[in-house]
């Protein structure tokens, strides 16, 4: 049947930002069609199982999966798989995102916020017989930390505000702060956890080894499962680890295919080639999930972790279109979108327009009092003839000597991001404004919006969105303190006061005093306007039948920041 799940927010809960190449893992990139596809899911196995309570699992991808290194990996296909692999401190689960202990048996938050104690389990193993002991996570933080500025420069944001990692014994791990971090706790559910004995040597020096690490059969891993099978940007096999700490589980083989086309992807979910998608679109299925559930799968969609917005330069050095520097023509432009438009024919009703930059799957992190401008033309087009921008004789607005005419760079990642792009040109065509799109892959926009030479000269506007890996208002809003220009801070937004609001949020524990100041740096973003928000889009689901259990969730079934998304499964 179709089922369509409420899933509320999250209460306090923790979380990480997104490192500027981090930003491909947002929206995902398309990936090329697997060749030899029926033998890579017959490698799979059946997903049902004639023995016992076994079960394999066939999970499609239209994003390639780049890298199981944790040090250069940027889809979040990766991601997931990266974080089945390796044990991690503590995780989050259930609809709340509540912080569990995982890898560690429990754990003290001291009073003042600046060091954390770690009990772990004695049980866990690596997948080459050794311990797991806290020797291991120590290793990997102190390690994250020396190298935050270059090798683990991806993995940074987890370990901030963190001076050093002790192990008092094989059992017992002292973790020292700077100051305290409010989310400190679910950044650590970020770090996987790396074997010292097999990291040791890449990590020496300036550890710029430890980007080259290959993946294969004999990696040495000590999570849910271990490698089998990696062909990268195709196919990641993964079976059962026998020596995990956790939970017992059903799953005893994983697979992850890439597909070159949703459609692709979707046929071969219908024929029981896989058993469940991940990061599945509305523009994927379109209208169509009462005609998935026709033909006997099962569907689900809870609000999303995933925006699509626009991103101004608002650089003061910018060297051209300066007018757009001013917030009250950013203003005119967003009142020149049609966000229910946008909702309504390329979310297909699944989403809702979005007015400030924390998501409402953040529950009572985001401020519903922040409604999105609405969609007005005329109230446009009299701030813009208030401003004295006159229409030239082919009816575009004039700027000085400049055309307000803007070269628009779009993500060719952004699923449906054509129609919003069109949408958008539709409505600015009627304030006088003029749109020039320029389509550019991942890589292309990332260098496009900072150029030249990551000065952010040039750039005027963008279009993209992205999928933070976690809950916390942090995962946001760190996206645009000052010291995210060059990284993530797509708009070069800086304003002191906000970094300064920022850094007292982020040192805050009262969680109560916390969410006021996150109120007040979600109202301060939204009037400056630097990024419009377009659109909060629905996380779906859409699975066979052959097993049970799925956990939905603003990430959607299969993410990284739960172990549940795996051990709940069972044969149907």
């Not at 029981?272 to 994927?284: F, H, R, W, Y």
């Not at 309504?344 to 809702?352: I, S, T």
């Not at 033309?377 to 307000?404: C, Q, T, Y």
């Not at 993209?464 to 070069?492: E, K, M, Q, R, Y």
Request: charged share 20%.
């Amino acid at each position: 049947m179709f089922v369509v799940r409420k899933h509320d927010g999250i209460a306090d809960v923790a979380g990480h930002v997104l490192s500027r190449r981090s930003m491909l893992f947002r929206m995902g990139v398309g990936g090329a069609m697997v060749v030899g596809l029926p033998s890579l899911l017959a490698a799979c196995g059946d997903s049902g199982s004639s023995g016992g309570n076994a079960a394999t699992l066939r999970i499609g991808l239209t994003s390639e999966m780049d890298s199981l290194n944790p040090f250069v990996q940027q889809s979040a296909a990766a991601v997931i798989a990266t974080h089945l692999l390796y044990p991690t401190l503590l995780r989050l689960e259930g609809d709340d995102f509540a912080v569990e202990p995982d890898l560690a048996d429990d754990y003290e938050v001291a009073p003042d916020g600046r060091l954390i104690t770690f009990t772990l389990k004695t049980t866990a193993k690596w997948s080459d017989g050794e311990p797991v002991t806290a020797r291991d996570a120590a290793f990997t933080i102190n390690m994250l930390v020396q190298h935050r500025e270059g090798a683990a420069a991806l993995l940074a944001q987890y370990v901030v505000g963190i001076t050093e990692a002790e192990a008092t014994d094989d059992e017992t791990l002292v973790v020292r702060y700077s100051e305290p971090i409010a989310n400190a706790t679910g950044l650590l559910t970020r770090v996987v956890i790396l074997p010292e004995h097999a990291w040791s040597e890449p990590a020496s020096g300036d550890g710029a080894a430890l980007k080259t690490v290959e993946f294969n059969e004999g990696t040495v891993c000590g999570g849910q499962f271990v490698l089998t099978k990696y062909t990268p940007k195709e196919i990641v096999l993964l079976e059962a680890h026998a020596d995990w700490y956790g939970d017992k589980q059903s799953i005893s083989t994983l697979g992850f295919v890439t597909f070159g086309a949703p459609d692709a992807m979707i046929k071969a979910l219908e024929s029981s080639e896989i058993d469940a998608v991940a990061l599945l679109s509305p523009s994927t299925v379109g209208g169509s999930l009462d005609q998935l559930e026709g033909k006997g799968l099962t569907t689900d969609q809870a609000p999303g972790f995933v925006m699509n917005n626009v991103y101004f330069n608002v650089n003061p050095k910018k060297t051209q279109h300066r007018e757009l520097l001013e917030p009250e023509v950013r203003r005119a432009l967003s009142m020149g979108i049609d966000r229910e438009r946008i909702v309504e024919v390329v979310l297909f009703g699944m989403g809702e327009p979005a007015g400030s930059l924390v998501y409402p799957a953040m529950g009572d992190w985001h401020d519903s009092s922040l409604v999105p401008d609405a969609f007005d033309v005329d109230g446009a087009n009299e701030i813009l003839d208030g401003l004295g921008f006159e229409r030239g004789s082919d009816g575009i607005r004039m700027a000085g000597d400049e055309k307000m005419s803007y070269t628009v760079n779009l993500a060719s990642g952004l699923a449906g991001g054509d129609r919003i792009l069109q949408i958008i040109s539709d409505g600015w065509t009627q304030l006088g404004v003029a749109v020039k799109p320029s389509t550019l892959d991942a890589a292309a926009m990332i260098d496009a919006i900072s150029a030249p030479d990551g000065k952010y000269l040039t750039n005027d506007i963008a279009v993209w969105g992205f999928l933070p890996a976690s809950p916390d208002p942090s995962a946001v809003l760190d996206h645009f303190i000052t010291a995210s220009i060059g990284g993530f801070n797509n708009c070069h937004y800086s304003d002191p006061e906000f970094d300064r609001m920022y850094d007292e949020q982020n040192a805050t524990l009262d969680v109560d005093g916390r969410r006021r100041m996150v109120y007040d740096l979600q109202r301060r973003f939204f009037d400056a306007r630097a990024m419009l928000a377009l659109v909060y889009v629905n996380a779906l689901a859409a699975s066979g039948s052959k097993l049970t259990g799925y956990q939905m969730s603003g990430f959607g079934p299969f993410n990284a920041v739960s172990r549940d998304q795996v051990t709940q499964l069972r044969p149907a």
